[in-house]
Nanobody, 121 residues
Framework: QVQLVESGGGLVQAGGSLRLSCAAS????????MGWFRQAPGKERELVAA????????YYADSAKGRFTISRDNVKNTVYLQMNSLKPEDTAVYYC??????????????WGQGTQVTVSS
């Protein structure tokens, strides 16, 4: 079992930044690829960014490229999502997820409870 707890969400003005964190506990964090997903009201959940167990290669959705950066610290068992130049359309609940082995677009084994990000215009 892997337990995931997200933090760092909140309310920010357009153009601002937030850094989300996802702390993992349980089995060896270094064996898991990690992903950040988001789901806005009335929309499907989408993968925003993913990172392999060693820290690379990474994936970014087109909407995140150039603005978001995913990273991980395998000593602290934590994955981060640095979000810059935030837009109102980034408003969503953000979830981190863990997958044993390589990253995937949608097949993950463990999920966090989510953290709300709200970007005001």
């Amino acid at each position: 079992q892997v337990q995931l707890v997200e933090s760092g969400g909140g309310l920010v003005q357009a153009g601002g930044s937030l850094r989300l964190s996802c702390a993992a506990s349980g089995r060896a964090f270094g064996n898991y690829a990690m992903g950040w997903f988001r789901q806005a009201p009335g929309k499907e959940r989408e993968l925003v960014a993913a990172i392999n167990k060693s820290g690379g290669p990474t994936y970014y959705a087109d909407s995140a490229k150039g603005r978001f950066t995913i990273s991980r610290d395998n000593v602290k068992n934590t994955v981060y999502l640095q979000m810059n130049s935030l837009k109102p359309e980034d408003t969503a609940v953000y979830y981190c997820a863990a997958r044993y082995g390589a990253w995937s677009m949608n097949e993950y084994d463990y999920w966090g409870q989510g953290t709300q990000v709200t970007v005001s215009s």
